[in-house]
């Protein structure tokens, strides 16, 4: 089995309303999905149940075979650290300089030494390019420097799987392209991304499959040219006549 998630029935509710409907998905490893897909749909909701940060109202979401909506907390706590996450607002801790929030999870966490962590803390920046910023704090920094650091935050935690949430919707346009070059880059490492994002051509660009999601379903699912230049569903057809 090549899979490192799959997503089975997947349903969640708030309350009586009805999110996410029945939503089925595998992952591959090394693989970069990119959700595309309205508004309101969904999308956040789906990647905050692929590492429970939301309990689903039903379904399983399984890792590397191992079904999560099964697990006790400490064994869901290991398995989710093998899912690294970047939100939309960056969420730094604002009173630790850079350094300090890449080290923290490493060290709290897994018990790493304080030498390895910074040793590790400074390996990252240098691959985010942000070296130079280590003893900075995060507000001292720009939008798309402070999302290249939770970048690095979470790679701290030598994740396998990466989750973007719209990673550069809160960014002034001339930071997005720094931000998505980072995450390319990390594409072009084999890492497993799924990332959601309403950057088209970026998602044409890096994606090996692209999953349009509205009114609670995964409606598409296919390679970049399929999904954009070849929809079958009027839903995505007209979500892409909007944005295109
Ligand atoms: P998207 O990320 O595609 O914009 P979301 O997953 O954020 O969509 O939201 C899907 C729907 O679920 C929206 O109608 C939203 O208002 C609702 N929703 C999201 N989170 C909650 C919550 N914690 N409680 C109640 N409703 C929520
Ligand atoms: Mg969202």
């Known amino acids: 089995m090549n899979s490192i998630i799959e997503v089975k029935h997947l349903k969640k509710n708030y309350g009586d309303k009805e999110v996410l409907k029945d939503i089925n998905a595998?992952?591959?490893?090394?693989?970069?999905?990119?959700?595309?897909?309205?508004?309101?749909?969904?999308?956040?909701?789906?990647?905050?149940?692929?590492?429970?940060?939301?309990?689903?109202?039903?379904?399983?979401?399984?890792?590397?075979?191992?079904?999560?909506?099964?697990?006790?907390?400490?064994?869901?706590?290991?398995?989710?650290?093998?899912?690294?996450?970047?939100?939309?607002n960056f969420n730094l801790f604002p009173n630790m300089n850079v350094l300090e929030n890449i080290k923290l999870a490493p060290m709290k966490v897994k018990g790493m030494a304080d030498g390895e962590a910074t040793a590790l803390a400074h390996k990252l920046l240098k691959k985010v390019g942000l070296d130079e910023f280590a003893d900075h704090t995060p507000t001292s920094l720009s939008g798309g420097q402070q999302q290249r650091v939770a970048i690095a935050r979470a790679l701290a935690m030598k994740p396998e799987v990466m989750l973007f949430d719209e990673p550069t919707?809160?960014?002034?346009?001339?930071?997005?392209?720094?931000?998505?070059?980072?995450?390319?880059?990390?594409?072009?490492?084999?890492?497993?991304?799924?990332?959601?994002?309403?950057?088209?051509?970026?998602?044409?660009?890096?994606?090996?499959?692209?999953?349009?999601?509205?009114?609670?379903?995964?409606?598409?699912?296919?390679?970049?040219?399929?999904?954009?230049?070849?929809?079958?569903?009027?839903?995505?057809?007209?979500?892409?006549?909007?944005?295109?």
């Open 26 to 88: 595998e992952i591959e490893k090394g693989k970069v999905i990119t959700v595309i897909g309205p508004s309101g749909s969904g999308k956040s909701t789906f990647l905050r149940c692929l590492n429970l940060l939301e309990k689903p109202t039903s379904g399983q979401v399984l890792f590397e075979g191992t079904e999560l909506t099964d697990l006790k907390s400490d064994d869901l706590d290991k398995l989710r650290q093998k899912m690294g996450m970047v939100f939309q």
């Open 169 to 244: 919707s809160a960014l002034d346009p001339e930071m997005v392209g720094e931000v998505l070059k980072t995450i390319q880059d990390l594409a072009t490492s084999g890492m497993t991304m799924v990332i959601v994002t309403h950057e088209m051509g970026f998602a044409r660009k890096v994606s090996d499959e692209v999953w349009f999601m509205a009114d609670g379903y995964l409606q598409e699912k296919g390679s970049p040219d399929e999904v954009f230049d070849h929809p079958t569903s009027d839903r995505a057809k007209d979500f892409l006549a909007k944005i295109l």
